[in-house]
T-cell receptor, first 115, second 110 residues
Framework: DAGITQSPRHKVTETGTPVTLRCHQT?????MYWYRQDPGHGLRLIHYSYGVKDTDKGEVSDGYSVSRSKTEDFLLTLESATSSQTSVYFC??????????????FGNGTRLTVT | EDQVTQSPEALRLQEGESSSLNCSYT??????LFWYRQDPGKGPEFLFT???AGEEKEKERLKATLTKKESFLHITAPKPEDSATYLCAVRGFGNTPLVFGKGTRLSVIA
């Protein structure tokens, strides 16, 4: 298994509170990604990082921010959680930009419930 | 806009009953097509990458094939441990993210 640890694995929070999810990798991969997975939708990209302090938006980035101060850590923050952000969040890593010969490798997810 | 459609949504097979899962895609130039397996409560696990029409990849009871419009994941003589959701994703040229299909949920009954 790729060395990816997500924390926490489960979280319940109230609407309007800030939430930070953490992804830690031991593979020294340059690219890191945050996805959300919801019933009826495929995995959707929230944000990604292509290096320390280098990040960019994905297709569903509204309401989320990210930070990457070290190669191994990528944080996802919900500044003010809403019920629509109830989801399972997956972190993924890759050696190079997706496509080419470098697939994504995923962590085991964080289940977030916003009440 | 890149799109991926997987069919069927769910498939129930008897152990040993071979079948195929379909992934139809539209993309502005294919850079790669990826297959993943996802077990309940886990993240997707990478299976295969296919790059060009005519390419095939095999792993145990699974074989993935690719045409210009679709990919098939063939499952030969499946076992109950093959039960999972299988995801397909494509990446086109340009600065576009990986696009995932909604998956096919496979159940193999002993």
């Amino acid at each position: 298994d790729a060395g990816i640890t997500q924390s926490p694995r489960h979280k319940v929070t109230e609407t309007g509170t800030p939430v930070t999810l953490r992804c830690h990798q031991t593979e020294n991969h340059r690219y890191m990604y945050w996805y959300r997975q919801d019933p009826g939708h495929g995995l959707r990209l929230i944000h990604y990082s292509y290096g320390v302090k280098d990040t960019d938006k994905g297709e569903v980035s509204d309401g989320y921010s990210v930070s990457r101060s070290k190669t191994e850590d990528f944080l996802l923050t919900l500044e003010s959680a809403t019920s629509s952000q109830t989801s399972v969040y997956f972190c993924a890593i890759s050696e190079s930009a997706t496509g080419g010969g470098s697939p994504l490798h995923f962590g085991n997810g964080t289940r977030l419930t916003v009440t | 806009e890149d799109q991926v459609t997987q069919s069927p949504e769910a498939l129930r097979l008897q152990e040993g009953e071979s079948s195929s899962l379909n992934c139809s895609y539209t993309v502005s130039g294919l850079r790669g097509l990826f297959w993943y397996r996802q077990d309940p409560g886990k993240g997707p696990e990478f299976l295969f990458t296919l790059y060009s029409a005519g390419e095939e990849k095999e792993k145990e009871r699974l074989k993935a094939t690719l045409t210009k419009k679709e990919s098939f994941l063939h499952i030969t003589a499946p076992k109950p441990e093959d039960s999972a959701t299988y995801l397909c994703a494509v990446r086109g040229f340009g600065n576009t993210p990986l696009v995932f299909g909604k998956g096919t949920r496979l159940s193999v009954i002993a």
